[in-house]
């Protein structure tokens, strides 16, 4: 079965600063890793995916993600916050078995960026 | 091109109704996503459809939901008899017609019920 833990529901930054995201994935096949922030009352949006052609995964908005097999996980960074980051952030693993459909998602990150 | 719509954005219904939540996939999209984001917990997967069928409905609660993405027309999530505990965000997520492991799934804005 596929699960994601996303380490601390709550991270704060300062505008500037850099920004660091825990995920670690457990699957029982090859993973692909996708992340995505949503803003309030908005729907989600991706930010990037893993789907193993590259273990540093670059997205929008200067987000990277790096996946590694070892240590099973895939953390979102940036390396200077900046005040539109203000989000909700969620890791997920796409599907295993016949469920490819279905992405299971982490509980979601609330970043907040101080002046 | 258009994003995935869904309609209405916001429902109330009182205990006991019925609730119908609409989702148009992105043009050319033939995949569609259910997904449901509780209050304090993360979004949960609910059911996968294509074109007149049920791919994997796993997480569909066994009474009362039932999905349906027909030929023409948009998919539907259908609620009979709401009760509070259904008050959520609801969304729908389209990929295209490939159904690759690695297709993005994209997300509508999302419904959110409220059942009073």
């Known amino acids: 079965a596929q699960s994601v833990t996303q380490l601390g529901s709550h991270v704060s930054v300062s505008e500037g600063a850099l920004v660091l995201l825990r995920c670690n994935y457990s699957?029982?096949?090859?993973?692909?890793l996708f992340w995505y922030v949503q803003y309030p009352n908005q729907g989600l949006q991706l930010l990037l995916k893993?789907?193993?052609?590259?273990?540093l995964v670059k997205g929008i908005n200067g987000f990277e993600a790096e996946f590694k097999k070892s240590e099973t996980s895939f953390h979102l960074t940036k390396p200077s916050a900046h005040m539109s980051d203000a989000a909700e952030y969620f890791c997920?693993?796409?599907?295993?078995?016949?469920?490819?459909?279905?992405?299971?998602f982490g509980q979601g990150t609330i970043l907040t960026v101080h002046p | 091109n258009a994003g995935v719509m869904q309609n209405p954005r916001h429902l109330v219904r009182r205990r006991g109704q019925e609730a119908r939540l609409r989702c148009s996939p992105m043009?050319?999209?033939?995949?569609v996503y259910w997904y449901r984001q509780l209050p304090e917990e993360g979004l949960k997967f609910m059911v996968y459809?294509?074109?007149?069928?049920?791919?994997?409905e796993s997480g569909m609660p066994k009474e009362r939901f039932s999905a349906e993405f027909p030929k023409e027309g948009p998919s539907i999530l259908r609620i009979q008899q709401v009760v509070r505990g259904d008050s959520a965000a609801y969304f729908c997520?389209?990929?295209?017609?490939?159904?690759?492991?690695?297709?993005?799934?994209?997300f509508g804005p999302g419904t959110r019920l409220t059942v009073l």
């Open positions: 997520a389209s990929s295209p017609r490939v159904g690759a492991w690695t297709d993005t799934q994209y």
């Open positions: 699957s029982s096949v090859p993973p692909y």
């Open positions: 893993y789907t193993s052609a590259a273990t």
């Open positions: 997920a693993v796409r599907g295993g078995g016949t469920s490819y459909g279905k992405l299971t």
């Open positions: 043009k050319g999209h033939s995949h």
């Open positions: 459809l294509q074109k007149e069928n049920i791919i994997d």
